[in-house]
């Protein structure tokens, strides 16, 4: 679109859709998606943190191995 010509409001949700789906494939790519059951096994993790005085003990429920993508 050119400068000084207004979009029709179906062009502005076209273009925001485009742009969404772009970066919503770029996040996946860099993301844990990749990793989709360890994701999922994340998302059940149970995590508590207990802080009594100056200490803090934190312990969690569930097995969750991911690798680090670096790149």
Known sequence: MSRG???TLDE???RLLEAFVLR???VEEH???AEWDALV???RMS???RVD???VRISYEGTVT???QVG
């Open 53 to 55: 005085r100056s200490e």
């Open 47 to 49: 995590i508590n943190v």
């Open 66 to 68: 991911l690798t680090d």
């Open 24 to 26: 919503a494939r770029r």
């Open 5 to 7: 010509q207004t979009e």
């Open 31 to 33: 993301s844990l998606a």
């Open 12 to 14: 502005k949700h076209q």
């Open 41 to 43: 096994e994340l998302a």
